[in-house]
């Protein structure tokens, strides 16, 4: 029994189907795998302290409601995009090449200046390449759920 037990754990693996719970995004006709800070710990940790990201990947940030959002780049290493979504997933901010800094509580924030409650870090530059215009769509995965 055990062995047929790792047999299929093994095969799952090998199918691809071990991944089907990885989350993604899709936006401006891009998939993105993301991870998810949904709770205050995660959003407050973010990207701190690493000193890549793949360029596929992000990290959505889901808010409790929408509301003006502010984010800095304390102890973040890599230059990122910083896009701010409303209620309906609708692009609505947007700061672009937003550099590292290390300045700690003196690092500067990047507001979204209108109400939003999801924001989308991607390696800086993706915007760019992306041509993003506010009011463009962020859609999300199966399994990536408004904070409640």
Known sequence: MRRLALSLL????????????QSWVELGGKRYSVEIASTEEARARGLMFRDTMAENHGMVFIHDEQMPQSYWMKNTRIPLDILYFDNDHKLVAQQRDVPPCSLGDSCPSYPSNV??????????????????????????????????
């Open 115 to 148: 109400p939003a409650r999801y924001v989308l870090e991607l390696n800086a530059g993706q915007a760019e390449r992306l041509k993003l215009q506010d009011g463009a769509v962020l859609t999300f995965g199966p399994g990536i759920a408004p904070a409640k």
């Open 10 to 21: 093994c095969a799952l693996t090998l199918s691809g189907c071990a991944d089907a719970g």
